[in-house]
T-cell receptor
Framework: RKEVEQDPGPFNVPEGATVAFNCTYS??????FFWYRQDCRKEPKLLMS???SGNEDGRFTAQLNRASQYISLLIRDSKLSDSATYLC????????????FGDGTTLTVKP | NAGVTQTPKFQVLKTGQSMTLQCAQD?????MYWYRQDPGMGLRLIYY???????DKGEVPNGYNVSRLNKREFSLRLESAAPSQTSVYFC????????????FGPGTRLTVL
């Protein structure tokens, strides 16, 4: 079993739709969690960190469920510009800053 | 600030050739990383350096060596390139000590024939 697993996707949604991605992790000692966005042929960029209490940034909401060991990303009112691959990353807490990334979920928002 | 820079952006090698990928960051980060990303796949950690003077193997270190030249620079060397090393290589850095989000360079697209 992979240490970090994401919904396989791809997700194809119309503009204005709400879409949610999940990411499960196997190490219960994991401490920090992140969502990154990667555009085609570009480098990943941090979208948002995921806090225990959940956090929201505009149309994006990230949540952490430690009991079930997963994080989620909710995108409301999808825009064409949201089309990208979304990578989750989990930091185990050892070896300062070494995160494990999921394989990514590809989102395509269509007009 | 340039953030994380990588050179070269593109490279074509023949099997058996060697090359070094360069990475530098100007954010005074402690930790630096080298990843490879194959088509349709996520990032796989090759090597990382938690702080200046230290390096450790990641998930896929075979065929690679690294040097943490100083706090700013972290290079990745392929001693004898193989077609299986055709990939996109990303360098990243993070502050460490709790500042764990990573900042990535633009990547090097390497093809080994």
């Amino acid at each position: 079993r992979k240490e970090v697993e994401q919904d396989p996707g791809p997700f194809n949604v119309p503009e204005g739709a709400t879409v949610a991605f999940n990411c499960t992790y196997s190490n219960s000692a994991s401490q920090s969690f992140f969502w990154y966005r990667q555009d085609c042929r570009k480098e990943p960029k941090l979208l948002m960190s995921v806090y225990s209490s959940g956090n929201e940034d505009g149309r994006f909401t990230a949540q952490l469920n430690r009991a079930s060991q997963y994080i989620s990303l909710l995108i409301r009112d999808s825009k064409l510009s949201d089309s990208a691959t979304y990578l989750c990353a989990v930091l185990s807490g050892t070896n300062a800053g070494k995160s494990t990334f999921g394989d990514g979920t590809t989102l395509t928002v269509k007009p | 600030n340039a953030g994380v820079t990588q050179t070269p952006k593109f490279q074509v090698l023949k099997t058996g050739q060697s090359m070094t990928l360069q990475c530098a960051q100007d954010m005074n980060h402690n930790s630096m990383y080298w990843y490879r990303q194959d088509p349709g796949m996520g990032l796989r950690l090759i090597y990382y350096s938690a702080s200046e003077g230290t390096t450790d193997k990641g998930e896929v270190p075979n065929g690679y060596n690294v040097s943490r030249l100083n706090k700013r620079e972290f290079s990745l060397r392929l001693e004898s390139a193989a077609p299986s090393q055709t990939s996109v290589y990303f360098c990243a850095s993070s502050g460490g000590g709790g500042a764990d989000e990573q900042f990535f360079g633009p990547g090097t697209r390497l093809t080994v024939l």
